[in-house]
């Protein structure tokens, strides 16, 4: 059986700047693997990797079995993986809430193709899974922060992907919404069965949720715990 | 004329069938620029225009055609550079504005283009369209709603957030680079055929009106349709109503649209809507719309002597040469071609004229000949250099068309005297030093002054300024229409002048009004 995510020895430059130097990262299917380090370790360009944003000038990034050096079909990989952004984004239109969350089933539903009633209800059960079904007819901007991070969150489910990539999803949130957003999130990765990787600067707040912490150090990964 | 006699003109046809396709489609590029913060590229694609026509004049190809060539190719790269450098489209297209600028005045400089038929490619007019310009305008539409309709669900991830749109596997890149493609590629073309002033109102206006109450994408690009539709169909009937320029009339009813928008934002519009359509009010709104259309304004009186001009020179010309009746487009001197904005009665001044006599550097006239529907008109070109010997020779060209002879050489006479009487009277100014900007060269000759040096009508140059200065001239004379010679006049310490070559300023009307004016200029000065 493949892994879900794999990094083997990858090395990145952004501009003159080698921001990774050798990161080994490995996912097994419905394994939670967080990745902690420093502001500026590396850890969301190392989500970028995963996804196919970033190359490697040295490494394998295989993910979902694809070697992504030679995948030319990314944007078909990319519908299978879903992204939960560190802050949500400035929104420059009214959209609904409803409409925010389905933007996440476009890229499975393909072009030239309307949203079908099926994904209506993918999109309806991501919104109930992580509370928000109530606000579906909000407009985004009119709901708070944590709320905005939900709408983050459904739509990655409503994705419905087999890998969840989550870079510092409460960053923004007061403590007791972060703890209602990561117990969610939990709930979701279990009852999903995802392979999910979480990006975090604070060890101890993850270490409860996963089943291996990597530390990013100097462009490095270093395995700090692994559950037996 | 009414509306109704007027709707069988094809100017009047052609601009009510470009208002419904422009009206409808340009306001989505609106949403576009505003959506992705893109209002830089608007005047990017009008100095790339102004570049491309530019190299068009150097090379001598259509000017217009590679103006469009070079927005086109602009549009393309844009995208991709953007990209490249991590600047937004923005950002990049303050530098393509800046650079592109640049390197056209250069080119005007170098190859000495004249830099009023330079920027007369940026000229277009609603009310000026050929059957051509009308199918860019639908060709153009077309795209826009076709890719807007097709691809709404792709449009709605970008403008959303492109970094979601790319992670939930939707081909962001080429969606995005397709969009820079279609806004720069539409504001080029609109720019061209319906005019820059109108460009923004038909683009942005409507756009800004419905994201003030919308609550929805598909809700913006409906209420920006619509409030562009409305606009130009309300601005095109008040306009011809009224017998004002029609481009600013559709922007004033525009940006009623948005102040309305504003004080109602997202307050339950529609019901806003239906309490103020009552039965009675729509039955009174309907009479006052149909009475419009039998209002007339008197239609222009026709003789076989007509005389269309295309600016207060041309028109002065054409008095002297014995003219009885004038209609000038351009009263008062085109000081910037690309912004004048035509009226209804602008165009019908073609309709019964025998001659329209133009300069050559008016695109206008030749397009409104286009679309004119008086196709006997005779376009008669002449050269609009105002030494008294060329405004002779060209008074004389135009009343042998006339069959004024008689006339024209009575003005001749009164003409040649009144110059006499005037340079008695600067008389004691012949033989002064004076920097001259070329435009200004035939007063100064006239005029009896040394000319020491001439200054072209492009932007001056630091040695164009220093070797100026330092020919110790006593005054620097410059022209009212196109002033740029003042600093060498404050270098130099010497006078400055500002002398005319369309009549129009203070009241002057004729070409005896010109030397008169230019000759108390340089009294007043001296004084």
């Known amino acids: 059986m493949h892994h879900s995510i794999e990094l083997i020895d990858v090395h990145l430059r952004i501009g003159n700047l080698e921001v990774l130097r050798g990161v080994n990262v490995e996912a097994k299917p419905c394994e939670f693997i967080s990745i902690v380090g420093a502001n500026g370790a590396g850890k969301t360009t190392l989500l970028k990797v995963v996804n196919g944003i970033f190359k490697p000038f040295i490494g394998r990034v295989s993910v979902l079995g694809q070697d992504l050096s030679v995948c030319n079909r990314l944007n078909a990989l990319r519908r299978d993986i879903a992204v939960v952004p560190q802050k949500p984004n400035s929104i420059r239109f009214p959209i609904r809430v409803e409409e925010a969350v389905m933007i996440g089933r476009y890229g499975k539903v393909g072009l030239f193709r309307k949203p079908k009633l099926s994904d209506w209800e993918k999109v309806y059960e991501a919104m109930e899974a992580v509370g928000i079904r109530k606000f579906s007819e909000r407009l985004v901007y009119e709901l708070s922060g944590g709320e905005q991070q939900k709408i983050a969150l459904a739509r990655a489910l409503a994705q419905d992907p087999l890998i969840l990539l989550l870079d510092e999803p409460t960053t923004y949130l007061d403590s007791e919404s972060q703890f209602e957003i990561m117990e969610t999130i939990h709930t979701i990765h279990h009852q999903r069965g995802l392979t999910t990787l979480l990006v975090s600067h604070d060890p101890h707040w993850v270490e409860q949720y996963s089943d291996k912490v990597y530390l990013l150090k100097d462009g490095k990964s270093h395995v700090i715990r692994q559950k037996e | 004329m009414s509306l109704v006699q007027a709707l069988s003109f094809p100017f009047l046809q052609y601009a009510i069938v470009s208002v419904l396709f422009a009206g409808i489609a340009f306001p989505m590029i609106g949403v576009f620029i505003i959506s992705l913060n893109l209002i830089p590229l608007r005047f990017a694609m009008m100095h790339i225009a102004l570049l491309g026509g530019a190299i068009g004049l150097f090379l001598r190809v259509d000017p217009i055609f590679s103006g469009m060539l070079l927005c086109a190719l602009s549009s393309l790269a844009l995208g ?27 080119l005007f400089y170098k190859a000495d283009i004249h830099v009023l038929q330079a920027f007369n490619i940026l000229w277009g007019n609603i009310l000026s369209l050929t059957w051509v310009d009308l199918i860019f305008v639908i060709v153009i539409s077309l795209i826009i709603l076709s890719m807007v309709i097709l691809f709404f669900k792709e449009i709605q991830a970008i403008l959303y957030d492109r970094e979601i749109a790319l992670t939930v596997g939707i081909p962001e890149k080429s969606f995005y680079f397709l969009i820079i493609f279609m806004l720069g590629l539409t504001i080029a073309v609109s720019m061209r055929v319906i005019g820059a002033l109108l460009v923004d109102a038909f683009i942005l206006l409507p756009a800004m ?36 320029p029609t481009s600013s009339t559709i922007i004033i009813v525009a940006s009623l649209i948005i102040a309305v928008c504003f004080l109602i934002q997202r307050r339950s519009t529609m019901q806003i809507l239906k309490n103020f359509f009552t039965g009675r009010r729509i039955s009174l709104l309907i009479f ?8 007339s304004f008197p239609p222009p009186a026709s003789s076989q002597e007509v005389v269309v001009a295309s600016t207060s020179l041309a028109g002065a010309i054409a008095k ?39 300069g050559g550097y008016e695109r206008m006239v030749l397009k409104l000949l286009e679309t004119s529907k008086n196709k006997n008109i005779l376009a008669m070109q002449i050269n609009t250099e105002t030494s008294p010997e060329n405004l002779i020779s060209q008074a004389k060209k135009i009343s042998e068309v006339l069959k004024t002879e008689k006339e024209e050489q009575i003005w001749e006479k009164k003409f040649l005297e009144k110059l006499k009487e005037l340079q008695k009277n600067i008389g004691p100014f012949s033989g002064k030093r004076a920097v001259v900007h070329r435009f200004a060269q035939p007063f100064a000759q006239w005029a009896g002054l040394q000319v020491v040096q001439i200054i072209s009508p492009g932007e001056l140059t630091p040695k164009v300024i220093g070797d100026a200065a330092s020919k110790n001239p006593e005054m620097v004379i410059d022209i009212y229409h196109f002033p740029v010679a003042q600093v060498i006049a404050e270098n130099a310490k010497c006078k400055y002048i500002q002398v005319i070559n369309f009549p129009g300023v203070e009241n002057t009307k004729t070409l005896e009004d010109i030397f008169e004016y230019n000759s108390e200029q340089l009294l007043k000065v001296f004084q």
């Open chain 2, 288 to 295: 006052l719309i149909s009475w419009g259309f039998f209002f």
């Open chain 2, 320 to 358: 002297a040469a014995g003219a009885k009746e004038i209609r000038v487009i351009v009263s008062s001197g085109m000081r910037h071609p690309p912004e004048y904005d035509l009226r209804p009665s602008d165009v019908l001044k073609f309709e019964g004229a025998k001659v329209v006599i133009y």
């Open chain 2, 209 to 244: 009106g419905a994201i003030l109450i919308s609550r929805s994408l598909k809700q913006i690009f409906f209420f920006s349709s619509l409030f562009g539709l409305i606009s130009g169909i309300i601005g095109l009937y008040l306009s011809f109503l009224l017998d004002i």
């Open chain 2, 80 to 106: 991709p550079i953007s990209e490249k450098t991590k600047l937004g489209v923005g950002t990049i297209s303050g530098y393509f504005m800046a650079l592109t600028l640049a390197l056209a005045f250069l």
